[in-house]
């Protein structure tokens, strides 16, 4: 039997670099290997768009955006969250196993408090609902970003937790987490996140990408000064493409002879020719909307039956079925 991996993004923003080279890559790597479920996060979305059309714009982009990364719907089944409304009754029992202490500890949470954000009970509970999202459908491997892992964790938790109580159930789930890039990080330095302002575009144009990476700052090192490559947040970009002219620009970098505009300049160059083949297939993508539609109702028919599936078996170990 093949292993089943599920992942899902939130349509809360514009995807960027840093979902793909840290995420998003991965649901296109291993098609084939794996039972794949890809879903848009939109319940989970709610608790930071409260605008209907808002949301039902980004979510069909990222929709879109799946496909034109390459996500095949022959492979891989892409649906909407919300077309599994089970996957909130899942959360609710799980929410009467979780205790307030526990929840509390997410860094989710406790990033949101100290941002002296209004928290609502959605933000509080968005673990238990990414768990009953990971264990409804018996994942194996969930591959995220390093800034998911803790969100794994506590589904793992609550699968064994669940197990203990009603009777073995659940999976265990396994984070798959690109060691090497951890965090990709924006033009700021900080993480590259849609929250952060910070971000380059997954389908940006040319004069977008020239703008984010132009707007990079550096320190006034002038060209013939020796830099130090990890100390750079250009650099640090460069780092999403290894290879043999990354190795020799770290060598400039280290003897001289490198200034940073040289360095943007070619940074430049190679996010456009790294993003310009998706960005064409995304154009291509959008001209179609309604074969979108039909990709996700395929794709949530399969779902929902797994998921009831799931939801019987829960019921009758809970005790909701005389
Ligand atoms: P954002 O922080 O921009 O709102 P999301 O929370 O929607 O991003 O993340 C979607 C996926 O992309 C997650 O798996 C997350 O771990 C990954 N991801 C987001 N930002 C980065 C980053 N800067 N580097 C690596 N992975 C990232
Ligand atoms: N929390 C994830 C993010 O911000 C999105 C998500 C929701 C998810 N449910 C999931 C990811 C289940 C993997 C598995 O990116």
Request: proline content about 5%.
């Amino acid at each position: 039997m093949r292993k089943t991996l599920l992942s899902g993004v939130q349509p809360s923003g514009t995807a960027h670099i840093g979902n793909y080279f840290g995420a998003m890559r991965q649901f296109v790597d291993r098609q084939g290997d794996y039972r794949q479920f890809i879903f848009i996060a939109n319940y989970h979305a709610l608790t930071s768009v409260s605008d209907g059309a808002l949301l039902q714009k980004l979510t069909l982009e990222l929709a879109m955006d799946y496909l034109a990364i390459g996500v095949d719907p022959k492979k891989t089944t892409i649906f909407l969250q919300s077309d599994v409304p089970e996957v909130t009754e899942l959360a609710w029992i799980f929410n009467t196993i979780t205790t307030v202490p526990y929840l509390a500890r997410a860094t989710s949470f406790k990033d949101a408090e100290a941002k002296n954000k209004e928290v609502n009970v959605g933000l509080f509970d968005y673990p238990i609902l990414m768990a009953a999202d990971i264990l409804m459908y018996n994942a194996d491997v969930v591959p995220v970003g390093l800034d998911q892992k803790q969100h794994i964790e506590i589904a793992r938790d609550t699968a064994q937790k669940f197990n203990r109580i009603f009777g073995e159930t659940f999976k265990i789930p396994e984070p798959m987490i690109l060691e090497k890039v951890k965090t990709v990080p924006g033009t700021d330095g900080r993480k590259m996140s849609k929250s952060y302002g910070n971000v380059i575009g997954l389908f940006a144009s040319d004069e977008e990408i020239k703008k984010a990476v132009m707007s990079i700052p550096t320190d006034s090192k002038v060209v013939e000064e020796p830099k130090n490559p990890s100390e750079c947040k250009v650099f640090a970009l460069h780092e999403l493409f290894p290879g043999a002219d990354l190795e020799a620009l770290r060598t400039r970098y280290l003897a001289g002879g490198v200034g940073y505009k040289e360095s943007k300049d070619l940074l430049v160059e190679k996010i456009i020719a790294f993003v310009s083949p998706m960005r064409a297939r995304r154009e291509e993508i959008a001209r179609n909307p309604d074969a979108v539609l039909k990709i996700l109702r395929d794709g949530g028919e399969v779902a929902l039956a797994q998921a009831q599936k799931t939801m019987q078996e829960v019921r009758k170990k809970a005790g909701l079925i005389l």
